[in-house]
């Protein structure tokens, strides 16, 4: 209970030490959620994205920001900062839940070791006031609701994370790839409500059309406008360019290495699992796949930024549980955490180089070979306990 303790105490330093306690006086100390707010609001007056201003967030996202802007500023951020707080407690509580370590007295070390690891994307969140870990506690509740046969429940929660960040999108055919048709199913329908039926009845057929045909432009713009001098962009390209010049054709090839690296990483850690579309599949393996899927346009995204991945944090989760859940070889749990802490250093380091998105590469990429290496152990210890249960005498 005293790392539970420190976990939670960790993150409300991190969510309120800057926001609430720092040099500059609340609420003037918010910085993202003051454009969420004021933009979410605008749109939802006119109907439309202002297009000299970036903000991609999708229709259902911004009408939801534009919600939570009813009240004062100071209430409103005070009130989303509650949530968001919340919602990265809930990644770690939910996430120890979903890989197996409910009731385990390793739960909440596992989760402050996590929570250390990944402290950078949650810190940036929690005091940039951003929306990352709504989104991700949402993902991890769904493949909860779904590894419990709460089909229904999970694909609501699914089609809200996806509602406000579109990266889990690509848990929705993994589920169909599964037969989780209910969930899939409870997924598209709530899709539909969020991003057609709900924009709908808003703002009417004129302003609908106006209003997706005003996003599907920002997205256009987003894509299309030079963000070389963002000051918070941590992406591979970004770095690269930084360290060899805007030119240099190095940093193109190294670039385009890292992302087919990656893709290869994510391919054999889903391909370790065996992809089967029938069978029982666990927390653990849910866990895994759907944030394989989630972070594999993330990680690299060219407009990537800290607290993008916090997302990280289940999939290891779900690498140091293998290593406790199986604990009477201290091999697994010892390289667990080796690879864990070793993915951690090389983040810094390579953040010491500008190359911080390089370090994410090199940080996940460890762990979901890790994870990967973890699968194949575990298949051939059920096919071991088969075999053995099969060559067992049968008692008269």
């Not at 994205?49 to 229709?59: L, V």
């Not at 070791?113 to 940036?124: A, G, H, S």
């Not at 048709?181 to 057929?205: E, K, N, Q, S």
């Not at 918070?232 to 970004?238: A, D, F, R």
């Amino acid at each position: 209970m005293i790392a539970l303790v420190i976990l939670v105490g960790w993150i409300l330093y991190d969510a309120l030490g800057r926001n609430v306690f720092g040099s500059t006086s609340w609420p003037q100390s918010v910085v993202d959620y003051q454009i969420l707010y004021e933009h979410g609001h605008r749109i939802a007056v006119r109907l439309r994205y202002d297009p000299t201003q970036i903000f991609p967030y999708a229709p259902p996202a911004a009408l939801m920001f534009a919600l939570t802007a009813l009240p004062p500023f100071a209430v409103a951020a005070g009130v989303w900062l509650a949530i968001l707080t919340a919602s990265a407690i809930g990644v770690f509580v939910l996430g120890t839940d979903l890989v197996g370590l409910r009731g385990n007295a390793a739960r909440w070390i596992v989760a402050l070791l996590t929570y250390v690891v990944t402290n950078n994307y949650f810190q940036w969140d929690l005091r940039s006031v951003n929306c990352n870990s709504v989104y991700a506690v949402l993902l991890v509740g769904a493949m909860l609701c779904v590894a419990r046969s709460r089909n229904t429940w999970g694909g609501t929660l699914l089609a809200a994370s996806i509602a406000l960040k579109l990266y889990p999108v690509l848990a929705l055919p993994y589920l169909l790839w599964i037969k989780k048709w209910r969930a899939a199913f409870a997924t598209i329908a709530c899709l539909l409500a969020f991003f057609v039926i709900a924009p709908l009845l808003y703002a009417g057929p004129n302003g609908f059309v106006q209003l997706y045909r005003s996003w599907l432009e920002q997205l256009r713009v987003a894509t299309a406008t030079d963000l070389k001098d963002h000051p918070i962009l941590i992406s591979i390209p970004h770095g690269l360019a930084k360290v060899l010049g805007a030119d240099s054709q190095a940093a193109a090839w190294i670039a385009s290495g890292a992302t087919v690296a990656w893709v290869g990483v994510v391919g054999l850690c889903l391909l370790s699992g065996g992809l089967r579309r029938k069978g029982v599949r666990t927390g653990w393996d849910l866990c895994v796949d759907a944030f394989a899927l989630v972070l594999l346009p993330i990680v690299v995204s060219p407009y990537l930024e800290s607290y993008h991945v916090v997302v990280a944090a289940p999939p290891i989760l779900a690498l140091l549980a293998y290593g406790v859940l199986r604990s009477s070889d201290l091999r697994r749990l010892t390289i667990a955490v080796l690879v864990v802490l070793a993915g951690w250093g090389l983040l810094y380091a390579l953040g010491k180089w500008k190359l911080r998105g390089l370090g994410v590469l090199a940080q996940m990429s460890l762990v979901f070979l890790a994870l990967a290496a973890a699968r194949i152990d575990i298949r051939r210890q059920e096919r071991r306990a088969s075999t053995a249960h099969r060559g067992a005498p049968v008692l008269t």
